[in-house]
């Protein structure tokens, strides 16, 4: 399978026709900051076979601190026989890259280069990542890769349907499910709380 890394700008044909044809599923969000809309999240799950491929686009704009940023995430994520094999994560701020993770299989773990923490192995493959909390429910403990930073952390239930995880800068996400399907969700950072809802 040809790395997904090197396809950021321009698919090969080999990829193309791997999706085409495919079963996909697409999910759309809106982003709240103090109950004002600042931007949207589109995921999209793409199956082939025994081959999954996850993307999600994010665009925000929001004034804090008296300073306004313009943000825009991608996310591209590839799982072959339920493992993920590679990631790519990209954070733009007012247009400039302001942070990027990317993740590839190697030796039955990952090597993984983080714009922030250098170049490191990780060990074991995962079976589930940040972009599959848009489509499945996970359990209580799980082991997920987060694909932003390239590090595995551990999913607790903290409350009914509720599920929640810290980033390594302390951040803290919160997923809520219903019959198996996430509703909405919320993003504490050190200064801000954002809040996302399905798209009406």
Known sequence: MPSFLSLKKTLPV??????????????????????????SIVTDKKVKGDIEVYTMTSTATSTILWKTISTYTTYHVV??????????????????????????????????HHSKTGKFEVQNMAEFCLLKMYYNEPSDGASLLNEGWGEYV?????????YEFKTPDGSK?????????MTDAEFHTSIVTVRMKPKV
């Open 14 to 39: 080999f990829f193309l026709l791997i999706l085409s044809n495919s079963w996909a599923q697409t999910r759309e969000f809106d982003m709240f900051l103090a109950g004002k809309k600042i931007g």
């Open 173 to 181: 996400y919160i997923y809520r499910f219903q019959q198996g399907k």
């Open 154 to 162: 551990k999913v607790k239930k903290s409350g009914a349907n509720q």
């Open 79 to 112: 799982f072959k026989s339920g493992k993920l094999q590679e990631s790519y994560f990209e954070h733009k701020e007012n247009g400039e890259i302001e942070k990027f993770c990317k993740v590839k299989e190697n030796a039955g773990g990952y090597s993984v």
